[in-house]
């Protein structure tokens, strides 16, 4: 099955919820998760296109955005996308690149939906 067919999983599969519960601990006031959400998703938005583009161009900065993307992902609990960035960042072979960059995609979609509705339950509190 290719990144394109695969099922959404449920936000249970896509966030570690005890990586966000976390920083409900850190910050009861909800303002520490409301910013990571929103900054991880507007960063993170940038890194996927930014992969897409050096899939496409074979530009070799794909390896400091996976880096990156694998790092801010981790913080924020989407522990599959940081292991399909970890696997991108060294990965040699261009065909497998743009299969690992296609999951990425694909897996960043779940972690919004997940963060999103993480979110809609912070704000009604």
């Not at 006031?29 to 507007?42: G, K, N, V």
């Not at 938005?45 to 583009?53: D, K, N, P």
């Not at 913080?75 to 696997?87: D, F, H, Q, V, Y």
Request: with cysteine.
């Amino acid at each position: 099955m290719n990144a394109r067919s695969e099922p959404q999983l449920p936000a249970e599969q896509t966030l570690n919820r005890a990586t966000l519960a976390v920083f409900r601990e850190v910050d009861p006031s909800l303002d520490l998760i409301r910013t990571l959400i929103d900054q991880f998703l507007a960063d993170a938005a940038s890194q996927v296109h930014a992969l897409r583009e050096s899939a496409r161009t074979g530009d070799e900065a794909f390896r400091a955005t996976a880096h990156s993307l694998k790092g801010s992902a981790a913080t924020m609990g989407a522990e599959k996308l940081a292991a399909s960035c970890a696997l991108l960042e060294y990965e040699p072979d261009a065909a497998a690149r743009a299969a690992l960059t296609a999951e990425i995609a694909n897996e960043f979609t779940n972690v919004q939906r997940a963060l999103a509705a993480e979110r809609e339950c912070v704000d009604e509190g």
